[in-house]
């Protein structure tokens, strides 16, 4: 490899918003996710319908069998 053409890998550190921190090796200091496998509902098995202004509604009652 060339010298001086690579960033530097360090240590980083991520930080999600529920407050899980994880330290990895990158080529930037920090980070900040949304979620993490911590919060996230695929790996912690709790899933939230969220519903945007009835668009749930709206989608049921155009797709709902006649």
């Not at 530097?8 to 550190?13: G, L, R, S």
């Not at 918003?17 to 979620?35: D, E, F, L, R, Y």
């Amino acid at each position: 490899m060339k010298k001086d053409t690579h960033p530097d890998y360090t240590d980083a550190t991520i930080t999600c918003a529920c407050g899980t921190i994880v330290q990895v090796k990158s080529t930037n200091k920090a980070m900040h996710v949304n979620t993490c496998s911590v919060c996230h509902p695929f790996y912690t098995g709790r899933t939230a319908m969220v519903d945007a202004k009835g668009r749930v509604e709206q989608f049921r009652k155009r797709y709902a069998k006649k």
